[in-house]
């Protein structure tokens, strides 16, 4: 049976962003559906052992490859999470936003917030000329 639709074939894009600064320092990209926490292994992104990693919770076992890493604690299965679970997921959230507000940033180009519909294989040029442009305007002392 054929519905007709158009399928909608995804790019996924990853950052790693300074916390501080909320400048952009590594982009890595992935064709198709690919999970986030493949995405960053797979990338070959390798940070110091004494930066901080703070993911969210698409990179639960992230600590097996990156010591220094938080991420929130899931609800377990039939259960609640404890009042220290939630206040410790609700301190690292708050911490994790200005990477939340670089995504919204960079979206603001439409290219990443739609359908991409150029070439596929050009498309990581293009998110690194945003995010170039981006820290440009973040910094333009540089």
């Avoid at 919770?57 to 609640?80: D, E, F, M």
Wanted: hydrophobic share 35%; net charge positive.
């Amino acid at each position: 049976m054929f519905s007709g639709k158009k399928r909608h074939h995804t790019l996924k894009s990853q950052l790693v962003v300074n916390q501080r600064t909320g400048a952009i320092i590594c982009t890595a990209h992935g064709k198709g559906r690919v999970h986030d926490f493949r995405l960053f292994k797979t990338s070959q992104v390798r940070l110091a052992a004494t930066i901080q990693l703070l993911g969210d919770k698409g990179y639960q076992g992230i600590v097996k490859l990156h010591a220094n890493s938080r991420t929130p604690v899931k609800k377990p299965k039939g259960a609640h999470l404890s009042q220290a679970q939630r206040q410790a997921n609700r301190t690292l959230a708050t911490q994790r936003i200005v990477v939340e507000h670089v995504n919204r940033c960079l979206k603001i180009f439409r290219i990443l917030s739609e359908r991409y519909r150029n070439r596929r294989r050009r498309f990581g040029l293009r998110f690194n000329l945003i995010a170039g442009i981006y820290n440009y305007e973040l910094n333009p002392s540089i």
